[in-house]
């Protein structure tokens, strides 16, 4: 659960409590067409007489992170789209790659992802464009609404508990975070496939992790109109001495425009000094209005890669059209790494398989080819 420290001695929230949602997304996922709308924030969830205490404790922690962000906000001034990074590479340089054959990805992968990876770890975010092709987005988002709909009904009628299908996210009223199943629907390994084999993705972690770089995190971020910006934090802490823990991609599955509440990253803000920092609220605050910042306005099918030590925020879904924003991602974490120091948004059963990068692409290269993937398959048969 994504929230900070320094914000003082706050309860944590109930573990296992559904995400409120105010929309039903049966069969038909939430509009994204492009209009803006000024600030509108709906008003917190009434409580009734049978209010559970933790749920009052809860709600008063999200008031103050709420009052924190809007606070914050107005610190950010220095901030222009996250662009499209560009390498100089023979037959690359395009920032993606849904479209490569087979023969021509395992050539340029390696070659790409090292180019790639000099700029994550630079950085701290990368952007990479078609990354997913629009008609994969387009299937992957319908069904990931469909599962959402059905996981609220699951969880509605008692047949699994929340934790089983959610995980925990900051700010939690009109956002979910949807841990997804893998091997269960073929459009899951189709998207892997793009995103890990077809696209800089793969090989710019393995860059970096090696091939045995271990999937941690693969789940659902969907942003709903009226959810609030997020106080800004980083997803683990900075270890004075160690390297990067976990490298986070997020693929939107529709464009992000700026009323649908676009991710907000710091560059080079995965240091010891910006974490230092943020352990002092005046330091802190003086940070965020001079840091530059960059908004994850991305195109369908494209991605934000970023270092979890990185400085980052949602920001408020201000759509006056319905729109829902959804980031398919996962995460893949340094073999070496332990505990990350958060709790994996994943699903139980498949968290703890420990999938290694080098086996989920050789399986996944197997599909390509039209002969199973029995890794996948043997994992979707461990799926409840």
């Not at 933790?54 to 222009?80: A, H, M, P, W």
């Not at 770089?213 to 971020?221: G, K, P, R, T, V």
């Not at 505990?339 to 989920?360: C, F, H, K, Q």
């Amino acid at each position: 659960l994504h929230f900070l420290t320094e914000l003082g001695n706050l309860p944590p929230p109930p573990l296992f409590m559904p995400p409120p949602t105010t929309t039903s997304f049966l069969l038909t996922p939430p509009p994204f067409s492009t209009a803006t709308s000024p600030l509108q924030l709906k008003p917190n969830i009434a409580l009734s007489a049978g209010t559970d205490v933790s749920d009052l404790l809860y709600q008063e922690q999200e008031n103050i992170l709420v009052r924190r962000g809007e606070l914050e906000e107005t610190f950010v001034t220095n901030v222009k789209p996250l662009e499209a990074s560009k390498i100089k590479i023979r037959g690359a340089g395009k920032a993606g790659g849904f479209g490569k054959t087979s023969s021509s990805t395992n050539s340029s992968s390696k070659v790409e992802g090292k180019a790639y990876a000099k700029i994550l770890k630079k950085e701290g975010v990368l952007r990479l464009d078609n990354v997913l092709s629009a008609s994969t987005a387009d299937t992957l988002r319908t069904y990931l609404y469909n599962l959402r709909a059905q996981s609220e009904q699951e969880v509605a009628a008692g047949t699994v508990q929340p934790i089983e299908r959610y995980a925990n996210v900051l700010l939690r009223h009109n956002r979910c975070d949807l841990t997804i199943p893998l091997g269960t629907n073929e459009i899951i390994t189709t998207a892997l496939n793009e995103a890990l084999r077809k696209s800089p993705v793969g090989g710019t972690l393995q860059s970096i992790f090696g091939e045995g770089a271990i999937l941690h995190e693969f789940s659902c971020l969907m942003s709903d109109v009226g959810s609030q910006r997020q106080v800004i934090h980083s997803d683990t802490p900075f270890v004075d001495g160690k390297g990067p823990v976990l490298y986070t991609c997020f693929i939107a599955l529709q464009d992000v425009t700026m009323d649908m509440g676009p991710t907000t990253w710091f560059p080079r803000t995965h240091t010891k000094e910006a974490h230092g920092a943020f352990k002092d609220t005046n330091e802190k605050d003086e940070l965020i209005k001079s840091q530059p910042a960059v908004l994850g306005l991305l195109p369908k099918g494209s991605c934000g890669i970023f270092d979890s030590r990185l400085f980052h925020c949602g920001t408020a879904n201000r759509s006056n059209e319905e729109k829902s924003r959804a980031l398919f991602y996962f995460s893949f974490k340094n073999p070496e790494v332990g505990y990350t120091g958060n709790p994996a948004s994943i699903r139980l059963e498949l968290g703890t398989e420990n999938v290694a990068l080098g086996e989920l692409v050789s399986d996944l290269e197997l599909f390509e080819k039209g002969k199973g993937s029995p890794l996948i398959d043997e994992l979707g048969r461990k799926m409840r």
